[in-house]
């Protein structure tokens, strides 16, 4: 699939917001285990886990595997339930990525998701992004933290 550089962008950049979200999700919890407080200490292991968090809700949430177990990943010790597939904070970033791509109706989202407070239209790349084979994420932009 060839897609255009400034949808590329737009899709790394929803991504992104998706991702902050999560960690402050994290970051506030009470009841976050101290080894996740020691992952979102580290850039790398914080990346890993914040998409790993994406890529479960993703797989949790889509139609052809909805919530059967065999498809779905597991973490121990288990993230807090603020960020599980299942959530609204999930499901809404999921939803937002899944409607940018026209591909949310193969996902399973309560009827009550809504979008997150983000404002999805406003999130564009402020900057050129240039990516190189080396990089591991789709964007680098000015808003992105996580």
Not at 5 to 34: F, Q
Not at 104 to 123: K, R
Request: a negative charge; hydrophobic letters at 45%; charged letters at 20%.
């Amino acid at each position: 699939m060839d897609i255009e550089r400034d949808a590329y962008n737009k899709a790394g950049e929803l991504l992104s917001l998706s991702l902050n979200e999560w960690a402050k999700t994290l970051v506030v919890s009470s009841s976050l285990h101290p080894v996740w407080v020691e992952v979102l200490g580290d850039p790398l292991l914080r990346r890993l886990l914040l998409r790993f968090i994406f890529c479960r809700a993703a797989h949790s949430l889509f139609k052809a595997t909805n919530h059967k177990a065999e498809f779905l990943p597991t973490c121990m010790p288990p993230l807090p339930e603020s960020v599980d597939a299942g959530s609204m904070l999930s499901q809404s970033c999921v939803m937002r990525v899944a409607s940018f791509f026209g591909a949310a109706s193969q996902f399973s989202f309560a009827e009550l998701t809504t979008w997150p407070d983000a404002d999805t239209e406003g999130a564009v790349v402020k900057e050129p992004v240039h990516v190189t084979a080396g990089d591991s994420d789709m964007t680098r932009s000015s808003t992105s933290s996580f």
